[in-house]
C-alpha cells in the first residue's frame, strides 16, 4: 500500500503550515488511495476503538462490517476519505493515523475512530466471500 508521490508546488502556500505538516504526515504515515484498489480488495482496518473489515467494491462504494450500531453485518457504503477529526477531508483515502469517514444507505455520515493498523485481507482472511457478498 503506497500513498503516492507529491505533486510539484508542495507544500502548498495557500494552505496553513498545519494543514501542510498534517498532509505530509498522511503521506509518511501511509495509507490507500481509493483509485489504487481493485474492486473486491478486502482490508482489515483496525481503530483505536474497533476493527472494520472491508470490501471494496469500486467507485468510492464498500461493504463495510465491524461497529456493532451502525454496521454489525456488511452493509454498503460510500467513503469519503480520512480526516484527521475536523472538517477538513483527505477525499478518497483511508490513512493510518486519519478517521476514516463514509455515508452509509440512511444517509447518515460515520467517523471511525482513528485508523491504527491498515491489511490486506488475502485467502483464508478473505471474508466477505464466506458470508454470501460477491
Same mark, same amino acid.
Given at each position: 500500500?503506497?500513498?503516492? !508521490?507529491? !505533486? /510539484?508546488?508542495?507544500?502548498?502556500? /495557500?494552505? @496553513?503550515?498545519?494543514?501542510?505538516?498534517?498532509?505530509v504526515e498522511s503521506?509518511?504515515?501511509g495509507g490507500v488511495r481509493l483509485e489504487d484498489l481493485v474492486a473486491g480488495?478486502?482490508?482489515e482496518l483496525i481503530t483505536e476503538n474497533r476493527q472494520y473489515r472491508l470490501r471494496y467494491c469500486?467507485?468510492?462504494? @464498500?461493504?463495510?462490517s465491524?461497529?456493532?450500531?451502525?454496521?454489525?453485518?456488511? !452493509?454498503l !457504503?460510500?467513503?469519503?476519505?480520512?480526516?484527521?477529526?475536523? @472538517?477538513?477531508?483527505? @477525499?478518497?483515502?483511508?490513512?493510518?493515523?486519519?478517521?476514516?469517514e463514509f455515508r452509509d444507505q440512511e444517509c447518515r455520515t460515520i467517523t471511525t475512530s482513528k485508523i491504527v493498523e491498515i491489511r490486506e485481507c488475502t485467502g483464508q482472511r478473505a471474508w466477505l466471500t464466506n458470508v454470501g457478498i460477491s
Open positions: 500500500m503506497h500513498t503516492g !508521490v507529491f !505533486v /510539484s508546488g508542495f507544500p502548498h502556500g /495557500s494552505f @496553513a503550515d498545519r494543514v501542510n505538516s498534517r498532509i503521506e509518511i504515515l480488495t478486502e482490508l469500486g467507485s468510492g462504494e @464498500a461493504w463495510i465491524g461497529h456493532p450500531t451502525f454496521c454489525p453485518n456488511p !452493509v !457504503v460510500r467513503i469519503h476519505g480520512s480526516t484527521w477529526g475536523g @472538517a477538513m477531508i483527505k @477525499a478518497a483515502f483511508i490513512g493510518r493515523g486519519m478517521h476514516l
